[in-house]
């Protein structure tokens, strides 16, 4: 088959699985007999990607605040206008770099063990096991892990906001002079309630994208152990490409319109 | 749901291509209740592709499947899974899922589909491992045993939830040869003790003979003899079905050809 053809053969099957994953994730539980919510494997999943991943997102986000506000330090500094690190560095973690970070770190550490996990289950036949005990294998592998991601990603997200925004304030405190506290002061006007708003949308979006692409190429893999290693490629590219374009449609959406 | 069926599975004019190339050509054959089948061939003659028919993983071009009088062919995927719900399947590489312990994988059946209280489920699972001949292990994971024992607890796992009909896709592959007369024995007794059918798709031949009533050798996607152990070892002895004898006494020659690759040898060696 042609690239192009294989590229949209591909996409609907990906659709068919956020459909899917729609179904047995909102309607299923009232709609379906018998077992639906998979309460364990939800926890766990909860678990890992929120609680797991928190003690290594506070540490990037303080490190990237540091970063951001030694940059503007550094420039706003040669026109006397360092009392503008403050909503510089607060206003850019929490529209762009909070949600984009605390996701591609996400995708890092979660979504490509979730490639892995499905894919390394799919050439073991174990999908298929599940198929032929007449269990579905998205309700009780994807809708998990699902709801594992768009719950802990704008969780996460608002962690790694604050403690960004701290590690700037850390730097204009050592370097401008201003107390964390004036920090606050100057920096609150310009932080919107929709900024917020707009912030965990976007970590939502993100965490759905993570969540979809990365168990698509788990649950595809093909030719055993190379496949296993080109799908977790493969989600974790795909998954940072659709972020960023998702975050320019957002932030286009929002900001610029 | 009603039991008046003689057959527990039928299998009428079954076709199925795969990019133009047919690998299951006019399959028909029934196996009655309480008997165990065996279907047996060379590498990539069908049989697994049959197999995954019949257990519904893939739908035929044409033709009808009847498991236990219903024709899955025509069921949606949910009345599909009421149907896996009656029978156990054993897979080659027993599928076990590696994240849980022994007795959780025997357990997820009973979980999923049966309202029962935990210790009932903790019972039947003891249950089913002694059947099997491995209780006092479930709190193992499956890293941590045999491919034999795997086998074992898969078989344990397929029959969980009681089945009428029992599916092992080459149960011995990989065993040796007294494990192999372990999973074959078992295989008999549980159908034996259960009041279960089953089909057995293998290559090997003296498990076959072991512990089928009815053999079925498929080969290139056709059905080339069918009939009880007995009928098959008077048809190879006859003479008049080479392929069969060639494939019981693993001979390297004969119909089936030695040599695989396509023609124009000579011509790709001195490069068009």
Redesign the interface.
């Given at each position: 088959m042609p690239p192009f053809q294989n590229f949209l053969a591909a996409f609907g099957q990906y659709t068919q699985l956020i459909i899917d994953t729609a179904y047995w994730t909102f309607v299923a539980p009232f709609r379906e007999k018998g077992k639906v919510f998979n309460g364990p494997a939800t926890a766990e999943q909860l678990n890992e990607v929120g609680v797991r991943s928190l003690f290594i997102v506070l540490l990037l986000m303080f490190l990237v605040g540091l970063v951001l506000a030694m940059q503007s330090a550094n420039e706003l500094s040669k026109f006397q206008t360092t009392n503008l690190i403050p909503p510089i560095v607060c206003a850019s973690i929490m529209r762009e770099l909070g949600p984009l970070v605390v996701s591609i770190i996400v995708v890092g550490r979660s979504g490509s063990a979730i490639a892995a996990e499905l894919g390394s289950m799919k050439i073991a036949e174990e999908i298929e096991a599940l198929r032929t005990m007449g269990i579905n294998p998205v309700r009780v592998l994807i809708v998990p892990r699902f709801i594992g991601m768009v719950v802990m990603v704008p969780i996460l997200t608002i962690f790694g906001i604050v403690v960004g925004c701290a590690g700037g304030a850390l730097i204009a405190w050592h370097t401008a002079h201003i107390p964390p506290d004036l920090f606050l002061t100057i920096a609150l006007p310009y932080m919107f309630l929709v900024d917020i708003a707009v912030a965990l949308l976007k970590s939502t979006v993100f965490g759905f994208l993570i969540a979809t692409i990365c168990c698509y190429f788990g649950f595809t893999v093909e030719g055993g152990a190379e496949g296993v290693g080109r799908a977790t490629t493969s989600s974790v590219v795909m998954s940072i490409i659709a972020i960023i374009i998702a975050d320019l449609i957002l932030t286009a959406f929002f900001f610029f319109g | 749901m009603s039991e008046d069926y003689e057959n527990i599975v039928e299998v009428k004019d079954m076709f199925r291509q795969f990019n133009g190339r047919p690998v299951l050509d006019g399959i028909s054959f029934n196996a009655p209740k309480g008997t165990i089948t065996v279907i047996m061939g060379g590498s990539g003659c069908g049989k697994s592709t049959l197999l995954r028919h019949i257990?519904g993983?893939l739908k035929p071009d044409s033709g009808e499947i009847r498991i236990m009088g219903k024709d899955i062919t025509t069921l949606s995927e949910s009345e599909?899974?009421?149907v896996?719900?009656r029978f156990g399947?054993l897979?080659?590489?027993s599928?076990?899922?590696?994240s849980m312990t022994i007795g959780e994988n025997v357990a997820?059946?009973l979980?999923?589909?049966g309202d029962l209280d935990a210790n009932i489920v903790d019972i039947v699972v003891k249950m089913k491992m002694e059947l099997v001949g491995l209780s006092g292990f479930e709190h193992l994971k499956p890293s941590e045993i045999s491919g034999g024992m795997k086998k074992r607890v898969a078989l344990a796992r397929a029959i969980a939830l009681d089945p009428k009909l029992l599916f092992c896709d080459e149960p011995t592959a990989g065993l040796d040869p007294i494990m192999t007369a372990v999973v074959d024995e078992l295989t008999k007794d549980l159908c034996q003790k259960m009041g279960m059918s089953a089909i057995v798709v293998t290559h090997d031949m003296a498990s076959a003979f072991r512990i089928a009533d009815i053999m079925i050798m498929l080969h290139k996607g056709k059905i080339v003899a069918m009939g009880s152990p007995d009928e098959i070892r008077a048809e190879m002895d006859n003479g008049k079905n080479p392929i069969l004898k060639q494939f019981i006494n693993g001979e390297a020659d004969g119909p089936i050809p030695f040599r695989q690759s396509s023609d124009g040898y000579l011509k790709s060696l001195m490069g068009n």
């Open positions: - | 257990i993983s599909m899974n009421g896996r719900k399947m897979f080659q590489g599928a076990l899922f590696n997820i059946p979980l999923e589909h």
